[in-house]
C-alpha cells in the first residue's frame, strides 16, 4: 500500500487573501484598535497610536526572527528575565545560598586535585563521545564481471558494481 506523506506540515494555511489566520487577527486587531481611537482622541494624538498600532500589529503578524514568530521571541524573553536565574538543587539544604556553594567548592581541594578530576571528567567525557568499538577496516573489492546478451543477440562482458 502507499501511503501519502504529508509535505509543508509547518506553513498555514491562507485563510484570509493573502493572509494566515494568526496575520489576520492580528491586522484586524490593530486597525479595529486605531479605529476605535480615532472617534475617542483628538487627531494627531490618533496619528500617533496609530502608527504604534498599526506598526506592532504588523510587526507580530509578518516578522520572524531565527524562524520564530515575534510573539514567541517576546514571551520567551518576558519569560527569561521574570524566572529566577540561579539553578540550584540542594534537597538536603533548601536555604543554601549560591556565595555559601562557592566558598565549600573552593575549600574542598587544592588546585592539582582540580586539575586532575577535570581532564578524568574531559577523557571520559571524549570516551563516551566517541566510543570505544573500532571501526572496520575496509574490505577490499574484487571486480566481477558478468556476461549479458544484447536486444541485437551479441554477447558483450561487463564489469559489475555492487554498491551495498
Given at each position: 500500500m502507499q501511503y501519502q506523506v504529508p509535505q509543508f506540515?509547518?506553513?498555514?494555511?491562507?485563510?484570509?487573501?493573502?493572509?494566515?489566520?494568526?496575520?489576520?487577527?492580528y491586522i484586524a486587531i490593530g486597525g479595529s484598535l486605531s479605529?476605535?481611537?480615532?472617534?475617542?482622541?483628538?487627531?494627531?494624538?490618533?496619528?500617533?497610536?496609530?502608527?504604534?498600532?498599526?506598526?506592532g500589529s504588523l510587526a507580530l503578524a509578518?516578522?520572524?526572527i531565527n524562524g520564530r514568530p515575534l510573539l514567541?521571541?517576546?514571551?520567551?524573553m518576558v519569560a527569561f528575565y521574570w524566572r529566577p536565574q540561579v539553578y540550584l538543587w540542594q534537597p538536603d539544604n533548601p536555604q543554601l545560598k549560591k556565595q555559601d556553594v562557592i566558598n565549600s567548592a573552593?575549600?574542598?581541594?587544592?588546585?592539582?586535585?582540580r586539575i586532575v578530576s577535570g581532564m578524568v571528567l574531559k577523557n571520559t567525557w571524549a570516551a563516551l563521545q566517541t566510543g570505544s568499538k573500532q571501526s572496520e577496516t575496509p574490505r577490499s573489492t574484487k571486480d566481477r564481471y558478468e556476461v549479458f546478451r544484447r536486444l541485437t543477440g551479441e554477447r558483450?562482458?561487463?564489469?559489475?558494481?555492487?554498491?551495498?
Open positions: 506540515i509547518e506553513t498555514e494555511d491562507k485563510i484570509v487573501g493573502p493572509f494566515t489566520l494568526r496575520q489576520f487577527i479605529f476605535m481611537l480615532y472617534f475617542s482622541v483628538r487627531p494627531w494624538l490618533w496619528f500617533l497610536f496609530s502608527i504604534f498600532l498599526v506598526g509578518f516578522v520572524k514567541n521571541l517576546f514571551l520567551s573552593s575549600a574542598e581541594g587544592g588546585l592539582l586535585e558483450q562482458a561487463a564489469r559489475r558494481v555492487d554498491y551495498r
